[in-house]
């Protein structure tokens, strides 16, 4: 079993910063791909940015220029800095891993961290 803990989240205003971290732990032989998803009420979950074993990232439009995803492999943690925040990207923020265990794949969600920007 893989478990991932998220950090990081809060309250901020208009045009601050948050960085959120998600650490893997449990049954890890590899990490295919680690990511950061949000849902917001009333709206589906949706992938906000993500990081591949080779380093390659992929971010949503709306986040492009503003958020950064970066991973230490040594820790197996993955981070999402957060700059200028506006207030459409308050949301539950949630770790997302591909794992390889040394038989099987497996995908694990983190358990969501709150994070709110308002004045």
């Known amino acids: 079993q893989v478990q991932l803990v998220e950090s990081g989240g809060g309250l901020v205003q208009p045009g601050g910063s948050l960085r959120l971290s998600c650490a893997a732990s449990?049954?890890?032989?590899?990490?295919?791909?680690m990511g950061w998803y949000r849902q917001a009420p009333g709206k589906q979950r949706e992938l906000v940015a993500a990081?591949?074993?080779?380093?390659?990232?992929d971010y949503a439009d709306s986040v492009k220029g503003r958020f950064t995803i970066s991973r230490d492999n040594a820790k197996n943690t993955v981070y999402l800095q957060m700059n200028s925040l506006k207030p459409e990207d308050t949301a539950v923020y949630y770790c997302n891993a591909e794992v390889h265990n040394g038989s099987y794949n497996g995908r694990y969600w983190g358990q969501g961290t709150q994070v709110t920007v308002s004045s």
């Open positions: 990081i591949i074993s080779g380093g390659v990232t």
């Open positions: 449990g049954s890890i032989f590899s990490i295919n791909a």
